[in-house]
């Protein structure tokens, strides 16, 4: 054996003198003490692990963020206290609605998601490449994720199932339009925003608490693809967006991204013109401008895309004293939806995996389970809390964050439909483009709201002109209706 390749052994550590199969004579059969054998197939039969329900496609680059703004008015967040200083992150980008196998450059949104090791424990963002988001309500989730996957009947994608849902879901309208818009199709990852789109908040060393926005703007530059670009680079690579990542960082043309935040206090959110917890809205820019926190460099490819990509699992629950939630309704069911799916998908211990483990410390008294590896508890002689026990872990008050005052709140399932204006931010943005633009927009909703039936055409084109009238002639007029007939019968 050459000293510069090594011997090969089992999971155990034992030497393998020969890869063949153990037989009974040469002609077999297969004897059951193959063991090394046995452990080939049996790991073979597990080396998928259940695909991600949503964001199954995608790819991931470690990288170094670097704080450039004192912002410690607003957060105690100690990996932003001082300018220049560097906190290691990982980012993975996703497209949402497809399989493993589906192509990088098909119109969908992209997932953000990003892990920053700090020193007190990692931060995921879990956002995309939009402000806003489809649904408000988290008892729609899973109903609308279904309709952007495969029809139970047929296995196939459905327009008529996606646009049903979206008619029957005025509050969708904002994050289509930005959808079918010209910016539906990143040309690359480097070349596309990201969002955090809730709303979270921050508490400063007083115990003062501001809500804000997070924004994540490419200093590549925004660029995207036509239909056209998609559908002749789509037949010519199905992995365009993941190559173009993965051949930049390799030649040493590091993507950046710079980060800023929104900021809102909690007597402006007490008087604001609506829900600022909204995720179906954004909060204007001259109203609520952008502050410059820091900058992100991507600069090293994963050394194996399951360990690293495949296995890396962000949550929103994953904050730091200085960072928490709101009370957006969407963010607080992902702060369980996420973890749960990751203990489910990769196990009850995912955060012993390397690619999600702290850099930090780790002492709790959770225990066992799959894949435990007790390198957070080996010197811990206790399981329970309270616990008089020497040198064991103890609450943190530090890191306890200030009251949240939710008023006289009642508690009920509120009709998340009503009294939402869902249509005024949507004519805003469509008389932001050209002209050339919404005829493109129009285009390209027509191509797949044709394919539903004519009931839903007729609905979704009402949400349109809600948003402005020219919005619903055009698209109807690319379906062939009569927008004045449909909106005469909607009144009579």
């Known amino acids: 054996m050459s000293e510069k390749r090594p011997p090969l052994t089992t999971a155990d550590g034992n030497p393998i003198g020969m890869q063949q199969a153990l037989t009974a004579g040469p002609r077999g059969p297969v004897l059951m003490q193959d063991v090394q054998l046995l452990e080939q197939m049996q790991h073979f039969n597990r080396e998928r692990i259940p695909e991600r329900v949503v964001h199954a496609k995608g790819t991931g680059a470690h990288g170094t963020f670097t704080a450039t703004q004192d912002i410690t008015r607003f957060t105690k967040a100690r990996f932003l206290a001082d300018i220049g200083k560097k906190t290691d992150m990982f980012i993975r980008f996703s497209t949402v609605a497809g399989e493993r196998g589906a192509a990088d450059a098909e119109r969908d949104v992209r997932g953000f998601a990003m892990k920053f090791y700090t020193e007190d424990g990692n931060w995921d963002m879990v956002g995309n490449n939009t402000p806003v988001f489809f649904i408000r309500d988290p008892y729609k989730f899973a109903n609308f994720i279904h309709t952007q996957k495969r ?14 849902f979206w008619s029957l879901s005025p509050e969708s309208l904002h994050q289509v339009t930005i959808l079918f818009s010209d910016r539906g199709i990143p040309a690359t990852l480097r070349n596309m925003n990201g969002y955090g789109s809730h709303t979270y908040s921050m508490v400063n060393a007083e115990g003062e608490r501001v809500w804000c926005k997070f924004h994540f703007k490419t200093d590549q530059g925004i660029r995207c693809l036509t239909d056209e670009e998609s559908a002749k680079l789509i037949g010519e690579d199905r992995e365009s967006h993941q190559r173009d990542l993965y051949n930049a960082i390799e030649t040493g043309d590091y993507p950046s991204w710079t980060m800023y935040i929104q900021v809102m206090t909690q007597d402006e959110a007490a008087t604001f013109a609506w829900n600022p917890f909204d995720l179906t809205k954004v909060w204007p820019h001259g109203d609520y401008p952008l502050y410059e926190v820091g900058r992100f460099e991507l600069s090293r490819n994963p050394d194996n895309y399951h360990a690293e990509v495949e296995q890396s699992s962000f949550s929103p629950s994953a904050l730091v004293p200085g960072i928490g939630p709101s009370p957006d309704k969407m963010l607080q069911a992902r ?53 008089s026990r020497d040198g064991q872990p103890d609450e943190a008050p530090q890191a306890k964050e200030p009251p949240m005052d939710l008023g006289q709140a009642i508690a009920d399932r509120y009709d998340s439909t009503t009294d939402h204006d869902d249509y005024t931010q949507v004519g805003n943005l469509y008389r932001l483009f050209d002209d050339a633009h919404r005829d493109r927009l129009a285009t390209r909703i027509a191509g797949v709201l044709g394919q539903a039936r004519e009931t839903v055409q007729v609905r979704q084109l009402g949400h349109f002109a809600r948003a402005d009238e020219d919005y619903g002639r055009r698209v109807a007029e690319k379906l062939g209706l009569d927008l004045n007939k449909i909106m005469e019968s909607a009144g009579s």
């Open 151 to 164: 029809d139970p009947k047929t296995n196939m994608r459905d327009m008529d199932m996606q646009w049903d």
């Open 335 to 387: 702060l369980m939806s996420y973890s749960d799916a990751h203990r489910y998908r990769v196990g009850s211990n995912y955060h012993q995996i390397p690619i999600n483990r702290p850099k930090s410390p780790v002492a709790n008294y959770q225990r066992d389970g799959v894949m435990a590896t007790a390198n957070d508890y080996s010197k811990m002689t206790a399981n329970y809390w309270p616990n």
